[in-house]
């Protein structure tokens, strides 16, 4: 069983719309969690982390992180075509801290439509 | 924010060649640098944690030398794809993270092994 998991996908959403992006994670003692975009021939770059409970928000964007259902989830409200890319979710690699090694998930491809 | 720059951002070489790319952190001193591949519509695999000063940590599977990895100094890492093969072709993405903080990527090097 991959550490991360990704299983979603590919999401397509008209512009405007909340695109729900989901993650799932073996590791209970995992600690932190990252959500990354990237573009086709880009390397990703960090949009949030979450490392507590619950809803963490940062303009459009809202990381949800449930321990105990061990699942983490990132909300785009008012999609932009701007926002189609693909999704990386991250968790450290065994267990580690956040601050250890990243294993990544197979990413969740995006597509807001006008 | 913190910058990182890879070098070059794509190569083609010959099969049997060996090809150099460097990543710097331009505007921090990062005690770690992972180096990752990424395949045609796959996700980041980790590939090597390098250390300033000590030998790189290589992930199950990956040949260390095959795959030479040198962190001479705080601001830069290089890996040295030896003797190529096409099967080598992909996306070589590097990060950089300093004590307490998370990874900064590369914006990547696109090798291409004929």
């Known amino acids: 069983q991959k550490e991360v998991e990704q299983n979603s996908g590919p999401l397509s959403v008209p512009e405007g719309a909340i695109a729900s992006l989901n993650c799932t994670y073996s590791?209970?003692?995992?600690?932190?969690f990252f959500w990354y975009r990237q573009y086709s021939g880009k390397s990703p770059e960090l949009i949030m982390f979450i490392y507590s409970n619950g809803d963490k928000e940062d303009g459009r964007f809202t990381a949800q992180l449930n321990k105990a259902s061990q699942y983490v989830s990132l909300l785009i409200r008012d999609s932009q075509p701007s926002d189609s890319a693909t999704y990386l979710c991250a968790g450290p690699l065994a267990g580690g801290t956040s601050y250890g090694k990243l294993t990544f998930g197979q990413g969740t491809i995006l597509t807001v439509h006008p | 924010g913190a910058v990182v720059s890879q070098h070059p951002s794509w190569v083609i070489c010959k099969s049997g060649t060996s090809v150099k790319i460097e990543c710097r952190s331009l505007?921090?001193?990062?005690?770690?640098m992972f180096w990752y591949r990424q395949f045609p519509k796959q996700s980041l695999m980790l590939m090597a944690t390098?250390?300033?000063?000590?030998?790189?940590?290589?992930e199950q599977g990956v040949e260390k030398d095959k795959f030479l990895i040198n962190h001479a100094s705080l601001t830069l890492s290089t890996l040295t794809v030896t003797s190529a093969h096409p099967e080598d072709s992909s996306f070589y993405i590097c990060?950089?993270?300093?004590?307490?903080?998370?990874?900064?990527f590369g914006p990547g090097t696109r090798l291409t092994v004929l």
């Open positions: 505007d921090f001193q990062a005690t770690t």
């Open positions: 590791d209970r003692g995992s600690q932190s």
């Open positions: 990060s950089a993270r300093t004590s307490g903080s998370w990874e900064f």
């Open positions: 390098s250390n300033e000063g000590s030998k790189a940590t290589y």
